[in-house]
């Protein structure tokens, strides 16, 4: 699976939409990109998937370039409840078992 | 609350012994991960299981097993404790076993090993 460059940490204001960007330069064809987030030690939980159209849903959206290389996972009115750590993973379709989370992105709103 | 049930949610033990973290799969579910949570170490994949077979295998240590059940549910075994085992392990599944469209964790079990 190709590796993920993220931020270590960001911070966001309350209401304001936040932008967590994704390094993937060594993407390949049939990877998809997975986005889940952590707060403080629960399991982590997922947000969003995609190939290489954009997707949204009612967590979130997320852009991915069209060289496919980067994407951002858009939160577009954070809370105080957002505050977590953010982790992008690309992966093949059959390789689910071997999702690399990597360190992450922390992730602080504040009010 | 995901649906995905993990016991007990919190484990202290010595070294040496053995120890059973059980997981339930979200209904419907067919497929288990667990995966291992060290201050270290960050997520690290253990073990994957499909409808009762083993799928996919990661970083899992001799000294740990596991299994997926007929009525799906899991357990990981983890035998002759050290320090280092001290960890959250995670329990997460999907309706099929590629996870393509993600999976849900449970709350994990926090386990302490003195």
């Known amino acids: 699976d190709a590796k993920t460059t993220q931020p270590t940490s960001m911070d966001c204001a309350e209401g304001r939409a936040a932008n967590l960007p994704c390094n993937h330069s060594t993407i390949s064809g049939n990877e998809y990109v997975y986005w889940y987030r952590q707060i403080h030690s629960q399991g982590p939980q997922y947000i969003i998937h995609?190939?290489?159209n954009n997707e949204t849903n009612e967590m979130a959206s997320l852009i991915i370039t069209e060289d496919r290389k980067s994407s951002t996972l858009i939160l577009p009115h954070a809370t105080l409840r957002d505050t977590a750590v953010y982790y992008c993973?690309?992966?093949?379709?059959?390789?689910?078992?071997?999702?690399?989370f990597g360190d992450g992105t922390t992730l602080t709103v504040k009010p | 609350d995901s649906g995905v049930t993990q016991t007990p949610k919190h484990l202290i033990t010595a070294t040496g012994q053995r120890v059973t973290l059980r997981c339930s799969p979200r209904s419907g579910d067919l497929s288990v991960y667990w995966y291992q949570q060290s201050l270290d170490q960050g997520l690290q994949f253990l073990i994957q299981?499909?409808?009762?077979?083993?799928?996919a295998k990661g970083n899992i240590l001799e000294r740990f097993s596991a299994q997926q059940f007929p009525d799906l549910h899991s357990e990981l075994n983890l035998s002759s404790l050290e320090l280092g085992d001290s960890a959250l392990y995670f329990c997460a599944s999907s309706v099929e076993g590629r996870g393509i469209y993600g999976y849900t964790f449970g709350s994990g079990t926090r386990l302490t090993v003195v």
């Open positions: 299981y499909y409808n009762g077979e083993e799928r």
């Open positions: 993973i690309v992966r093949v379709a059959n390789n689910a078992g071997k999702s690399t």
């Open positions: 995609g190939l290489k």
